[in-house]
């Protein structure tokens, strides 16, 4: 391999940055050059593709977003706007792409994988909702982004004798939420994962007002009820002020983590090997502390993301 491309797509993660700074290094150490593709597939399509040396990636490792950026671009998934992107990477000679995203991306390296392009995926999400890793880059960042914001509340809601809400991202992943939770010491945690109960929720918080709480933290993962109905319902059976706080964008941001610092660094030389191996169309993960790879077709196919059971009951237990 002589040239390979490097893009980041879907919805930004904190060490984005790191990741596509080690794929660059590692790569110039073996004599391979690097060509950023700007905007994600739109970009790839639009052949906003430049050659990247090591000082485009200086003072990178600790930026939070993607320095490449990122787009929304639906249209990747026409056979015929794809064929126009394999075309742009061939005339620039490229030979390979390292795609850094979500599962929405996966996608996309998928398809160009079986249009016979090799892709190498790299899970860079704070959702942590993709097969094959056991996390990925930007949820360590999140979580902390989350739990620095449950602290906060915990200060304010129980000065005030309150009860908050936080509904927190993940998608249809409830990890972030589970861990928040534990992490921050919620009361009670709901996750997409565990069907919810709204009236079971709500007694429950009645039960422990009676017997003499005055505050309490209710982790909610996004899309799995309206948090402002919500905060009215309780508040009208508990009787104490509650207010639902969405966290919104502010957990995508920020500078990463030392975890997700390492965890990219590692991935993004990773991808690099294996591209030398001649490997293509596979897709990084960590799993028990070890750098793994997984055919990405088979991945997106037929890997299950193993449910975190035990995190769940420790939500249980502590609270
Ligand atoms: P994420 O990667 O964070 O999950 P998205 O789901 O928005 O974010 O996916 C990012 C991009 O990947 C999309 O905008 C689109 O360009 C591409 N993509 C998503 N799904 C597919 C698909 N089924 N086929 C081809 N490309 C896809």
Redesign the pocket.
């Known amino acids: 391999v002589q040239k390979i491309g490097v893009l980041t797509?879907?919805?930004d993660a904190p060490g984005m940055n790191a990741a596509v700074r080690a794929v660059v290094r590692a790569a110039l150490s073996k004599n391979i050059e690097v060509f950023g593709v700007y905007d994600?597939?739109?970009g790839l399509y639009n052949n906003k593709i430049k050659q990247l040396k090591r000082h485009d990636v200086s003072d990178m490792i600790n930026r939070g977003g993607t320095f490449l950026g990122s787009?929304?671009?639906?249209?990747?998934?026409e056979e015929s706007i794809?064929a126009k992107a394999i075309e742009n990477l061939k005339e620039h000679e490229i030979e390979a792409l390292v795609v850094i995203?979500?599962?929405?991306?996966?996608?996309?390296a998928?398809?160009l994988t079986e249009m016979g392009y090799p892709c190498i995926g790299l899970p860079?999400?704070i959702d942590n909702d993709i097969a094959g890793t056991d996390y990925t880059i930007g949820f360590h960042t999140a979580l902390n982004t989350v739990l620095d914001a449950i602290d906060r509340l915990r200060d304010t809601c129980s000065s005030h004798n309150r009860i908050s809400i936080v509904e927190i991202m993940g998608r249809y992943c409830g990890d972030l939420t589970m861990m928040a939770s534990i992490g921050g010491g919620a009361e009670f945690t709901v996750i997409p994962e565990k069907e919810f109960n709204q009236d079971d929720l709500i007694q429950s918080i009645s039960a422990d007002v009676k017997s003499g709480k005055k505050h309490a933290i209710i982790a909610i993962t996004e899309h799995t009820t309206k948090v402002n109905k919500l905060a009215k319902k309780i508040e009208a059976e508990t009787g104490l002020e509650t207010r639902a706080t969405i966290l919104g964008h502010t957990q995508r941001g920020g500078a990463p983590v030392a975890f997700d610092r390492i965890l990219a660094s590692q991935m993004g030389a990773f991808a690099v090997e294996l591209l030398l191996q001649g490997e293509g169309g596979r897709c990084v993960g960590v799993q028990s502390n070890k750098l793994v790879h997984h055919d990405i077709i088979d991945a997106i196919e037929n890997m299950p993301r193993p449910f975190k059971e035990d995190i769940y009951n420790l939500t249980r237990i502590l609270a």
């Open positions: 797509s879907g919805g994600g597939y739109l787009a929304r671009f639906p249209e990747f998934k794809r995203g979500g599962d929405g991306s996966y996608m996309g998928k398809k860079g999400t």
